[in-house]
């Protein structure tokens, strides 16, 4: 099966500005979470989404949202962008096995950089 | 709220060596803890996880020990190699809910 795949790769915005991530989950995973990545703060979970509906929401302002669609793959939306907004993105593809146990596998992220 | 600390901060080992990372969190309803190794520039990997049920798993030189009473888990890297050099993140997380709690890493150097 092909892997977690994210687009686009790198990506360069100015304050005010917004920004769309794609990340399409490993087929036949449901589930996707998004995370940031930064030296600061380490990796922080954003939200994540199973059968095209938000189940779970971190501590991140309203200006991150993001969306599931009906083919699993889903999108992160930041508005807004502020320099404190660089940083990795990464999205990961659950796996959920016969029992309901969950394993996450992260794709290669999208590296943000707000100037 | 959730937590995960993680120490130490960075470990350095000779070639060989083993080497010890430990995690504690803060919640109780916590069941699933992976560790994950993240390589400079790549995306974090899946090495070994373990769920409450069970209080050690082993899978060649890696291995991961639970103690639920006392919210602690731990990874054991035996024999360690150069290319075992990396982070290393714990997490924790609850059954569905897509959320993991991370540790703030470990940078491993293995000296050849």
């Known amino acids: 099966k092909a892997g977690v795949t994210q687009t686009p790769r790198y990506l360069i915005k100015t304050r005010g500005q917004q920004v769309t991530l794609s990340c399409s989950p490993i087929?036949?995973?449901?589930?996707v979470s998004w995370y940031q990545q930064t030296p600061g703060q380490g990796l922080q979970f954003l939200f994540e989404?199973?059968?095209?509906?938000?189940?779970n929401k971190g501590n991140f302002p309203g200006r991150f949202s993001g969306r599931q669609f009906s083919n699993s793959r889903s999108e992160m939306n930041v508005s807004t962008l502020e320099l404190g907004d660089s940083a990795l993105y990464l999205c990961?593809?659950?796996?959920?096995?016969?029992?309901?146990?969950?394993?996450?596998?992260f794709g290669p992220g999208t590296r943000l950089l707000v100037l | 709220g959730e937590n995960v600390e993680q120490h130490p901060s960075t470990l350095s080992v000779q070639e060989g060596d083993s080497a010890v990372i430990k995690c504690t969190y803060s919640?109780?309803?916590?069941?699933?803890f992976p560790w994950y190794k993240q390589e400079l520039g790549k995306r974090p990997q899946l090495i070994i996880d373990?769920?409450?049920?069970?209080g050690e798993k082993k899978d060649q030189r890696i291995a991961v020990t639970l103690n639920k009473t006392a919210k602690h888990f731990s990874l054991h890297i035996t024999e360690t190699q150069p290319e075992d050099s990396a982070v290393y993140f714990c997490a924790a997380s609850m059954s569905n809910t897509g959320k993991l709690i991370f540790g703030q890493g470990t940078t491993l150097q293995v000296k050849p």
């Open positions: 919640d109780s309803a916590s069941n699933y």
């Open positions: 989404y199973f059968s095209e509906t938000q189940r």
């Open positions: 373990i769920r409450s049920n069970v």
């Open positions: 087929s036949g995973h449901r589930s």
């Open positions: 990961a593809s659950t796996r959920r096995g016969v029992v309901g146990e969950e394993t996450q596998y």
